[in-house]
């Protein structure tokens, strides 16, 4: 069997439980990023989002507790060893299996970066979520920038990808290894794996736990109907973002930074790419008085004339305590 029909035949079944219709490009939402007005000038004036590394977020052990339990499921797993003996391929397959692990942890873990939005009904959402406000929108007076993902056209070789986030217990997330791995077993068994092919298999498996973590929360966190974009260093072959790789200095010390441009780049977006046509709408937080919305009116007047239109102050009766 030809590599990339092996390829396929073994992440397909990893990737069976992912509704397509519930994601780019078939599912085309309104994603808010909350932040603060400081924030949302930075940029609008300086054209560039944010991307952080998922260990200085505060939802951190996030990324790292699907990949501990994925890889200690996976020398649980009876029946995979049992079929990777028969196949001859076990030492072969684990032996990738732990480099994929210790190549991410010494050179793809500092440079895997995200950005965190919401998705928004602007029916039912058109003030914002109030605990988005207070999570993550200065407690109702910074701004929510709403981006309308219709406008955006990302190249298919992107080493950014934006999903929607799942929501699970602990307990679902440990199930749905196990059902992942069950049936990764069974596809092993019907396809010629051996140990000179073995790795390809360990890292099929492996980059799906690793997506698998990027894109799941507990789910407490479920009203944030997050979706995120995840910048993959090693999808990156060619280094297009590699030179927008900065840092920031703040509260904890230094922190890895992705300043991705939002303006056309070769390989990553079509020529119209930028934020006149992405952004959809701009709320202000409801905690912003009538002075505070002329002021900030004023400020995307000069900064960012296109977007002065768009912009609204949420008429959600919020008062921080």
């Not at 441009?261 to 079509?270: N, Y």
Request: charged content about 20%.
């Amino acid at each position: 069997m030809p590599p990339d029909s092996l390829f396929a035949a073994l992440a397909a079944p990893l990737w069976d439980d992912i509704d397509e219709r519930k994601h780019l490009p078939l599912y085309r939402p309104l994603l808010a990023h909350y932040t603060s007005v400081d924030n949302l000038r930075n940029i609008l004036t300086g054209e560039e989002l944010w991307l952080s590394n998922p260990l200085s977020m505060n939802d951190h052990e996030e990324m790292y507790y699907g990949l501990q339990h994925g890889m200690q499921a996976i020398n649980e797993h009876k029946d995979l060893y049992q079929t990777c003996e028969a196949l001859g391929c076990y030492e072969a397959f684990m032996g990738q299996l732990r480099a994929c692990r210790q190549r991410f942890d010494n050179e793809h873990a500092l440079d895997t970066y995200v950005a965190c939005f919401s998705e928004h009904d602007p029916q039912e959402d058109a003030d914002g979520r109030l605990s988005m406000w207070r999570g993550y929108g200065g407690n109702g007076s910074g701004a929510a920038l709403v981006f309308d993902t219709s406008q955006l056209n990302m190249s298919q070789e992107s080493p950014l990808l934006i999903a929607p986030v799942e929501y699970m217990s602990r307990e679902a997330r440990l199930a749905w290894i196990s059902r992942r791995l069950d049936l990764f077993t069974t596809t092993m068994q019907r396809l010629p794996i051996n140990k000179d092919n073995a790795g390809m298999a360990a890292n099929v498996l492996f980059q799906r736990l690793l997506q698998a973590s990027l894109f799941s929360k507990h789910r407490g966190f479920s009203e944030e109907r997050e979706w995120r974009v995840v910048y993959f260093p090693d999808r990156d072959q060619a280094g297009l973002l590699k030179s927008m790789f900065g840092y920031w200095i703040g509260p904890g010390g230094v922190q890895p930074k992705l300043k991705f441009r939002l303006a056309p780049l070769a390989g990553i977006t079509d020529p119209n790419f930028g934020l006149d046509k992405l952004v959809h709408s701009i709320i202000l937080g409801p905690t912003h008085n009538p002075l505070s919305q002329r002021a900030t009116l004023r400020m995307l007047e000069l900064e960012r004339p296109a977007l002065a239109a768009r912009l609204r102050t949420s008429s959600t009766p919020f008062r921080p305590t």
